[in-house]
């Protein structure tokens, strides 16, 4: 069992950054892939980042290469989204996903664990 708790959401002008992370309870996230995904109202959850067991591998959302990066502290049990230049349809719930795999996957239905979303609106 893995609970995920995510926090560093907020309010932020288009332009601007924000850090998300994601704590992991557990002794065993280094054996978790790891995944953020967004949801916007009335939209279905979309991939956003993703990230393997030991942070060698990552993936992204055509929508996001460049401006976000996913990254893990195994030590802290902590996975983080850095977003950059972030833009009015960022705005959206954003949720951290653990894998019970090694490997990450740009899939939500493979995702075992859910964190509870944290806010992120941007203004234009």
């Known amino acids: 069992q893995v609970h995920l708790v995510e926090s560093g959401g907020g309010l932020v002008q288009a332009g601007g950054s924000l850090r998300l992370s994601c704590a992991a309870s557990?002794?065993?996230?280094?054996?978790?892939?790891m995944g953020w995904f967004r949801q916007a109202p009335g939209k279905e959850r979309d991939f956003v980042a993703a990230?393997?067991?030991?942070?060698?591998?990552?993936y992204y959302a055509d929508s996001v290469k460049g401006r976000f990066t996913i990254s893990r502290d195994n030590d802290k049990n902590t996975v983080y989204l850095e977003m950059n230049s972030l833009k009015p349809e960022d705005t959206a719930v954003y949720y951290c996903?653990?894998?019970?795999?090694?490997?990450?996957?740009?899939?939500?239905?493979?995702?075992?664990?859910w964190g509870q979303g944290t806010q992120v609106t941007v203004s234009a």
């Open positions: 557990g002794r065993t996230f280094s054996s978790y892939a």
């Open positions: 990230i393997n067991w030991n942070g060698r591998s990552t």
């Open positions: 996903a653990a894998r019970g795999r090694l490997v990450a996957d740009t899939r939500a239905n493979v995702y075992d664990y």
